[in-house]
C-alpha cells in the first residue's frame, strides 16, 4: 500500500504513531524551504528536548519518513532547530552559470533511444540523431542532433535518465584443407564476409542454440542468423539463402577454423557461387577482429548470454530475417575508419564523427552507381526499406518484436531457461 497526504506538524506523540505503521507512506512537503520548516515547529511542538530517548527515536523516524532524507541528516537538522539555528538560506545564482539547453523531454528521448537500441556509443547516436532530424524530420530531436559524444555520456549520468533506463565455450580447433590460409585484401570493394559463431551457452550439461554472424568488411553490411547446432545438417538449408540476401555480389568468403564454415558442404556452396575461401591464418588474431568485435557488440548486446534451448532457434531466427538484420543495415551507424601512414610507417587509425554511417550509406557513397549491386536489386527498392520508418520509429518497433518473441519463447519453453 503506498499513501499520500499532506500533514502539518504534530502537537502530541501519539499523533505520530499511527504513521509510522503505515507501509511506504508519501508526504507531500514540497521544497527544503517547506521542510526546515515543518523540523523546526515539529521539534518545537513536542519539546524535543525533554523527551524521553525512545520517544526521541520516533520523531526522528517519523521526521525522515516526511521529508525522504536519510536519518542521520535529519538528526543533524533537529540538533540544529532545538538550538534556535535551523534557517533557510536560499542559494545565490551563480552570475556565470549557463541556461540549460537540453531539457528534461531531450534526456527522456535519449534514454528512449537507448532503451530500444541497447545504448550504443556517442557517436552512432548523433548519426541517428542527425538522421532523424535531418532526414526524417522528427522535430523532437533538433536540439540532440546538435549534442557533443562526451555530454551524452553527461546525460547518461543524471538521475532523470537513470529513472527511464532499465557459458561461453572455445571453438575446438580442427585441421583441414579446405581453404586458403591467408587474410582478405578487399581494397575497398564490397563483398568480403567475415564469418564467425557465437555459441548461446549451456545450462545443466544442456547446449543451447547457436548464431552465425556474417559481416562485410568494407561496408560492416550484417546478417546474423540462429539456428540450434553448428553441425552441418542445420547449416546447410540456411547458408545459401544468406549469402543470396545480401543485395551485393559476394567475392570472399573468411572464417576462422570452426567447423560451421570449414566443411565440403560450404565448400560446394561457394563453388557453384564462384566465392573465393578464405580462413584465418595461426597467431594472427587480427584476422578475424571485425566480425569478433560485433559479436561483442551486436549479437551479445541485443540477446545478452542467456541460455535459450536450441528448439527455440526458430522463434528466434524469425524475429532475425524480419526485424534484426534490416535494423543492422538500415538503421544502426557504424565506425568507419579512417587510417593514415605515419613518417616512421606506422598506422595511425581515427574514427571521426563524419565516418559514421549505417550500413547502406556507405554502400551508396562508395558505389553510387549501382556497379557492385546484384542484377534485379536497385536503390530505389532499398531507398524504400531505408526511408519506410524513421530510426527512432524503427528501434521502438524492433523492441516490442523482441518482446513478443522471448514472450514466445517462455510460452514454449522453461520459463527459467529464458527469462531476460
Known amino acids: 500500500m503506498e499513501t499520500k497526504m499532506n500533514i502539518s506538524p504534530p502537537r502530541r506523540i501519539i499523533q505520530i504513531e499511527p504513521y509510522l505503521q503505515l507501509d511506504k507512506p508519501k508526504f507531500l512537503i514540497t521544497s527544503t524551504k517547506d521542510a526546515y520548516k515543518f523540523i523546526k515547529e515539529t521539534t518545537w511542538n513536542l519539546y524535543y528536548r525533554k523527551l524521553c530517548k525512545k520517544d526521541k527515536g520516533?520523531?526522528?523516524k517519523y521526521l525522515a519518513i516526511v521529508t525522504g532524507w536519510s536519518p542521520s541528516y535529519v538528526r543533524r537538522l533537529v540538533l540544529r532547530a532545538i538550538c534556535g539555528k535551523l534557517y533557510y538560506r536560499a542559494s545565490e545564482v551563480n552570475k556565470t552559470s549557463f541556461n540549460r539547453k537540453y531539457t528534461d523531454e531531450d534526456i527522456s528521448l535519449l534514454a528512449d533511444f537507448d532503451n530500444h537500441a541497447r545504448r550504443p556509443n556517442a557517436k552512432a547516436l548523433i548519426h541517428n540523431f542527425k538522421r532523424m532530424y535531418g532526414i526524417y524530420g522528427d522535430k523532437r530531436f533538433i536540439r540532440l542532433q546538435g549534442i557533443?559524444?562526451?555530454?551524452?555520456?553527461?546525460?547518461?549520468?543524471?538521475?532523470?535518465?537513470?529513472f527511464y533506463t532499465r557459458t561461453y565455450t572455445k571453438?575446438?580447433?580442427?585441421?583441414?584443407?579446405?581453404?586458403?590460409?591467408?587474410?582478405?585484401?578487399?581494397?575497398?570493394?564490397?563483398?568480403?564476409?567475415?564469418?564467425?559463431?557465437?555459441?548461446?551457452g549451456d545450462m545443466n550439461g544442456e547446449k543451447g542454440m547457436y548464431y552465425v554472424n556474417f559481416v562485410d568488411e568494407v561496408l560492416q553490411w550484417e546478417v546474423v542468423i540462429a539456428t540450434p547446432t553448428i553441425a552441418q545438417?542445420?547449416?546447410e538449408k540456411m547458408y545459401e539463402e544468406v549469402l543470396v540476401s545480401f543485395p551485393f555480389r559476394i567475392l570472399n568468403f573468411h572464417s576462422d577454423n570452426g567447423s560451421e564454415a570449414i566443411?565440403?558442404?560450404v565448400a560446394s556452396i561457394l563453388e557453384d557461387l564462384d566465392i573465393k575461401q578464405t580462413k584465418s591464418r595461426p597467431r594472427r588474431h587480427n584476422d578475424n577482429a571485425l566480425v569478433e568485435s560485433k559479436n561483442g557488440w551486436v549479437i551479445r548486446k541485443h540477446f545478452g548470454y542467456i541460455f535459450r534451448p536450441k528448439e527455440a532457434a526458430g522463434i528466434v531466427q524469425e524475429y532475425l530475417g524480419t526485424y534484426f538484420n534490416l535494423y543492422l543495415n538500415f538503421h544502426r551507424s557504424c565506425a568507419f575508419p579512417v587510417v593514415t601512414i605515419e613518417d616512421d610507417g606506422r598506422k595511425l587509425v581515427e574514427y571521426p564523427q563524419g565516418e559514421y554511417k549505417t550500413p547502406y550509406e556507405k554502400l551508396k557513397i562508395i558505389d553510387p552507381t549501382g556497379k557492385?549491386?546484384?542484377?534485379?536489386?536497385?536503390?530505389?527498392?532499398?531507398?524504400?526499406?531505408?526511408?519506410?520508418?524513421?530510426?527512432?520509429?524503427?528501434?521502438?518497433?524492433?523492441?516490442?518484436?523482441?518482446?513478443?518473441?522471448?514472450?514466445?519463447?517462455?510460452?514454449?519453453?522453461?520459463?527459467?531457461?529464458?527469462?531476460?
Open 233 to 235: 545438417v542445420d547449416l
Open 263 to 265: 566443411n565440403d558442404y
Open 148 to 162: 557533443s559524444c562526451s555530454h551524452i555520456y553527461n546525460l547518461r549520468r543524471t538521475n532523470l535518465y537513470t
Open 372 to 420: 557492385y549491386l546484384k542484377s534485379g536489386q536497385s536503390y530505389d527498392e532499398l531507398d524504400k526499406i531505408a526511408l519506410g520508418n524513421s530510426d527512432y520509429e524503427y528501434v521502438k518497433i524492433m523492441h516490442e518484436e523482441y518482446l513478443k518473441m522471448m514472450r514466445k519463447i517462455s510460452q514454449q519453453f522453461s520459463p527459467v531457461s529464458v527469462s531476460s
Open 58 to 60: 520516533k520523531v526522528l
Open 171 to 200: 571453438t575446438n580447433p580442427i585441421q583441414n584443407c579446405i581453404g586458403e590460409r591467408r587474410k582478405p585484401e578487399p581494397n575497398g570493394m564490397p563483398g568480403f564476409l567475415r564469418i564467425d559463431s557465437v555459441h548461446g
